[in-house]
């Protein structure tokens, strides 16, 4: 069965400090890779997607950037957080275009 | 502009009332309507409806869409203070690649 990864689960970082948020996704091959961020009050976000190791595609732009390196791994990152970045990022993936998002457990970053 | 609203935003119920939640849509090429349930952190599916009319059951759980009015409703059962949760729906829409766009959810509270 597929199971995904997403760690850490809480983070608490200064602004102005990089940031790394790591995914991965077990149990299937070439998945669709997403980055959600959750905002009290605002829903799921969609920030970046990717159908392929080195295709990101970026839904909103901001200070954040997305990598996938391995078929199975995807990456948020930015260079300098913003107050702003705080939030619960989730990590989803899904078998294929027409199929349901299986998501990760989230992390809840604080910047500072 | 595309969006899904859900409504009501919060709900408190007793063990034992049924609950009705609704979502409704506007999007381009739509494809189909997904439920998920948000507890402390990963949404876990639900459902998936495609097509209008048809109801789909799982336990105290049900769903059905009507692509004419473009809304979908998810009823519970009996509930049970398990049940309480943020309920998320989000509309599967777009051309290949076919992102998947959220309402904010409806929180429901059972009190014992």
């Known amino acids: 069965s597929q199971t995904i990864h997403q760690w850490p689960a809480t983070l608490v970082q200064p602004v102005g400090s990089p940031l790394s948020l790591e995914c991965t996704v077990e149990?299937?091959?070439?998945?669709?890779l997403y980055w959600y961020r959750q905002a009290a009050g605002r829903g799921l976000q969609l920030l970046f997607y990717s159908v392929g190791i080195g295709q990101i595609s970026s839904e909103v732009p901001q200070n954040l950037s997305a990598s996938r390196p391995q078929d199975r791994q995807f990456i948020l990152s930015s260079k300098k957080l913003l107050l702003s970045d705080s939030g619960f990022y989730l990590c989803?993936?899904?078998?294929?275009?027409?199929?349901?998002?299986?998501f990760g457990n989230g992390t809840r970053l604080t910047v500072t | 502009e595309d969006k899904v609203v859900q409504s009501p935003l919060s709900l408190v119920v007793h063990e034992g009332d049924t609950v009705t939640l609704n979502c409704s849509y506007e999007?381009?090429?739509?494809?189909?309507l997904l439920w998920y349930k948000q507890e402390k952190k990963a949404p876990t599916f639900l459902f998936m409806l495609?097509?209008?009319?048809i109801e789909k059951k799982s336990g105290r759980l049900s769903s059905i869409l009507d692509k004419k009015e473009l809304f979908s409703i998810l009823n519970i059962t009996a509930t049970q203070t398990g049940d309480s949760a943020v309920y998320l729906c989000a509309a599967h829409y777009g051309g290949s690649q076919g992102n998947l766009i959220f309402g904010k959810g409806t929180k429901l509270s059972v009190k014992p």
């Open positions: 149990g299937t091959s070439n998945p669709n």
């Open positions: 989803a993936w899904r078998a294929s275009t027409g199929s349901p998002l299986h």
């Open positions: 999007v381009t090429n739509f494809r189909s």
């Open positions: 495609t097509s209008s009319g």
